[in-house]
């Protein structure tokens, strides 16, 4: 009889002991009250991980870390910056690592976008200033190798959707926007020459806001460097005056006659490099230009983003009145 009695308290102190430690893995740590983050580097052993989470406040004994990891021996924890903003369970962190759900900000640069509009949204999101991305955009080292005449990074800086930690730098950023650019571009297939078509893109990325009429303002730009016509590019004045630092949202007749060389008010062919970061569809327009002999286009008044063309002079000149005179019908 004893040895049942010392049977039964085994068993229920292995019960205890079983419901302790389940209660102790699936309870959320409710004296967690601030958003933490943990940096789990590549190589960190579970024991290392329980250990930080216990000192960041994450979890209460790192112990029952060590525990989830033995009730799933099988499971890969994932390395990364891990961010913590509510109380959770042991096995809910523990998954949360075996997963990978790393945190990390999302930064969206839509096609057409220039190094100035990149360096906003990162400040933004409060990854590094803007001053700090400027300057690292400015210098072309990443792809002199591809594009030796590039004045800056503008033009490769490819329009995707690119995830940023804490501790990504301005070079890593722009390091990811050229080797996306390179990807695509390789994925093109093509032998042209990459200085002028990636300027030339730029320019109609900005001015083509319909993808169909995108192969045709090519046509024209193409058109007109062929015959040494001056492009007369209004995002190329206001590229010049962003550069100035003297941009205000509105283009001034002082802009028009800046002698910057990429004002193409006052240039003929094309600027010294690309004046925003083109999309696939902008690259392949100047690859495969429709074949017109517009000479000039002038946006319709309807709000569409579309444009009227022409192919001489008297003929553009009848679709500005038109412009004027819709825009003037106006409330």
Same mark, same amino acid.
């Given at each position: ?242 550069? =100035? !630092?003297?941009?205000? #949202?509105? @283009?001034?007749?002082?802009?028009? *006659? %800046?002698? $910057? ?6 240039? =003929? !062919?094309?600027?010294? #490099?690309? @004046?925003?970061?083109?999309?696939? *569809? %902008?690259? $392949? ?47």
């Amino acid at each position: 009889m004893k040895i049942f009695s010392w049977l039964a308290v085994a068993l229920l102190f292995v019960i205890a002991v079983v419901i302790y430690v389940g209660v102790n893995l699936n309870t959320r740590y409710i004296a967690f009250n601030q958003e933490v983050f943990v940096d789990v580097p590549r190589g960190t052993s579970a024991r290392q991980i329980a250990a930080m989470l216990q000192n960041a406040g994450v979890i209460e004994h790192s112990w029952t870390f060590a525990v989830a990891r033995a009730l799933r021996r099988g499971a890969a924890l994932q390395a990364g910056e891990y961010r913590f903003t509510q109380a959770a369970s042991v096995l809910e962190v523990f998954d949360r690592i075996r997963h990978g759900d790393v945190f990390y900000y999302e930064l969206v640069v839509p096609e057409g976008k220039n190094m100035f509009d990149i360096a906003a949204a990162v400040q933004k999101i409060d990854v590094f200033s803007a001053e700090r991305f400027l300057d690292a955009a400015r210098r072309p080292d990443l792809i002199r190798d591809i594009d030796p005449e590039a004045p800056t990074l503008e033009g490769y800086l490819f329009p995707s959707t690119y995830r940023l930690n804490r501790t990504t730098t301005p070079d890593q950023l722009c390091l990811m926007m050229t080797g996306k650019f390179r990807e695509v571009w390789r994925s093109l297939g093509t032998s042209a020459p990459i200085h002028r078509t990636i300027t030339l893109a730029s320019l109609v990325e900005k001015e083509g806001k319909l993808p169909a009429e995108r192969p045709v303002i090519a046509s024209v730009f193409e058109r007109r460097l062929g015959i040494g016509m001056k492009l007369d590019c209004d995002p190329t004045t206001i590229y010049a005056a962003l550069l =100035a !630092g003297s941009y205000n #949202g509105a @283009i001034h007749k002082s802009d028009l *006659a %800046s002698d $910057d060389p990429y004002n193409t008010y006052q240039h =003929a !062919g094309l600027p010294p #490099g690309p @004046i925003a970061n083109p999309g696939v *569809a %902008s690259i $392949d327009a100047v690859l495969h230009p429709a074949g017109t002999d517009y000479l000039y286009f002038v946006a319709r008044a309807d709000g569409s983003g579309g444009h009227n063309f022409a192919s001489d002079l008297a003929s553009q000149e009848a679709n500005i009145a038109k412009y004027r005179k819709a825009l003037a019908r106006r409330p």
